[in-house]
C-alpha cells in the first residue's frame, strides 16, 4: 500500500481523530502540514479545491472527510481494525459519530480558553466567520458559555450511564475502538488546552467514570504515539511528488444507478453543502467515475500535469451535480 500522507494542521480537532486511530492502529503515515486559514496553497499543487481539514492522500487516492477516512482505513488495513463488528454495536458507533459532529461540536466550542491567541488574531476571526457564520471572538464565546456548560452536562450524563457499570471502553472492549474515539476526541481536544477551565457542574467529582475514561483514552493515544514510528513531515512539493508517483490504493469504481441519474464520465462539480463557503468556493470539477449510496469518487487532473487523481467524499454532507 501507497504511504498515507496527511493534511492537517496542529490543533485541529478533527486531524487530532485521524492521529489518534492512526496511532492506536500502528499504521505509518506522513503530515503535510497546513495553515489554519485559506488559502492552502500546497493544495493548489493537487489541483484541490476542498476546504476543510483533514484530508489524506493514499498514492493518488485522496480522501475527504474523517468519516470516509475512517471507513477506508478500515477496509485498506483489515489487520486488527478498530471498528465495532456486531450489527447493533455497528449502529451505536455511527450514532456516536454523527452526536459528536451534529452536536457535541457545538457544545465544546463555547469553553475554548479565551487566552488562546488565535482567538484575538483578526485573520482568523474573519476567516471563521465567512466559514461558518460564527463569531469566536473572547466576548462571543463567554456569550455562549453558560448553554455550553449545561449541554456538556447533558452529554456527560450519557456517557456516564453506559460507563457507571465500570467498563473500561464504550463497548465493553480491551482496548479502546473507534466508538471511543467518536466520542471522546472533542473533550480530549478541548480539556487538554492549556488554559481551559473545567466548571465544577461538569468536572470529575460530578462525572467520575467519564473523566475516568477520558484519562484512559489520552494514556492509550500518548503510549500509541511513544511506541510508534517517527511521523515524516513533508512539504507541499515533497507531498505532490510522493503522492504523484505513486499507484492508486484502490481500483477504479463503478458509477451505480442514483437518485442524481448522473453517469459515469459526466463532468461534475463535488463540493460540502454544510457550512457557508464550500458551495461557492470550494468546488472540485472532475469526471465522475464512482458513484455508490457511499461515497462520490471523480477523476482530476494534478495542476500543469497530466496525471490523474482521484477524489473520494462521502455521500453525506456533500453534494455533486453535473458541473455548469
Ligand atoms: N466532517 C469533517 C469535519 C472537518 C472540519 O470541520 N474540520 C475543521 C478543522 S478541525 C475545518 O476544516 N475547519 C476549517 C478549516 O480548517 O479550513 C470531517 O470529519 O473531516
Redesign the pocket.
Known amino acids: 500500500m501507497p504511504r498515507i500522507v496527511l493534511f492537517s494542521y496542529p490543533g485541529?480537532?478533527?486531524?487530532a481523530k485521524v492521529i489518534s486511530y492512526l496511532s492506536l492502529r500502528g499504521i505509518e503515515y506522513s503530515e503535510c502540514c497546513q495553515p489554519?486559514?485559506?488559502p492552502r496553497p500546497d493544495l493548489q499543487l493537487l489541483g484541490i479545491q476542498y476546504?476543510?481539514?483533514?484530508f489524506i492522500a493514499i498514492g493518488k487516492d485522496i480522501y475527504y472527510?474523517?468519516?470516509l477516512i475512517f471507513e477506508k482505513l478500515e477496509a485498506l488495513y483489515p489487520h486488527q481494525p478498530l471498528g465495532a463488528k456486531e450489527p447493533s454495536a455497528m449502529t451505536l458507533e455511527k450514532l456516536m459519530e454523527k452526536w459528536a459532529?451534529g452536536s457535541l461540536l457545538n457544545s465544546v466550542m463555547y469553553i475554548l480558553p479565551k487566552s488562546l491567541p488565535f482567538l484575538t488574531d483578526s485573520k482568523f476571526l474573519a476567516d471563521r466567520k465567512e466559514?461558518w457564520g460564527m463569531d469566536f471572538s473572547p466576548d462571543a464565546l463567554e456569550k455562549g458559555l453558560s448553554k455550553s456548560l449545561v449541554e456538556i452536562r447533558g452529554h456527560f450524563a450519557i456517557l456516564e450511564n453506559l460507563l457507571g457499570d465500570g467498563r473500561q471502553w464504550l463497548l465493553d472492549s480491551k482496548k479502546p475502538g473507534l466508538i471511543d474515539i467518536h466520542a471522546a476526541f472533542l473533550f480530549d481536544w478541548i480539556f487538554n488546552m492549556p488554559g481551559v477551565q473545567i466548571n465544577e457542574l461538569i468536572s470529575a467529582s460530578a462525572y467520575p467514570f467519564t473523566w475516568r475514561w477520558l484519562d484512559r483514552y489520552r494514556h492509550a493515544i500518548a503510549a500509541s504515539q511513544k511506541q510508534g514510528a517517527a511521523i515524516t513531515q513533508l512539504t507541499g512539493p515533497e507531498a505532490t511528488k510522493l503522492i504523484l508517483e505513486s499507484e492508486f490504493a484502490e481500483m477504479a469504481g463503478t458509477v451505480m444507478d442514483d437518485p442524481t441519474r448522473l453517469r459515469e464520465g459526466q463532468i461534475v462539480a463535488l463540493y460540502r453543502i454544510d457550512d457557508l463557503s464550500s458551495s461557492v468556493k470550494h468546488r472540485d470539477v472532475g469526471r465522475l467515475v464512482g458513484l455508490t449510496p457511499h461515497e462520490t469518487v471523480i477523476a482530476i487532473k494534478a495542476k500543469a500535469t497530466d496525471i490523474e487523481i482521484r477524489i473520494h467524499a462521502p455521500r453525506s454532507?456533500f453534494e455533486v451535480e453535473v458541473a455548469s
Do not use: C
Open positions: 485541529s480537532p478533527w486531524g489554519m486559514t485559506w476546504r476543510r481539514i483533514p472527510d474523517s468519516s459532529e466559514l454532507q
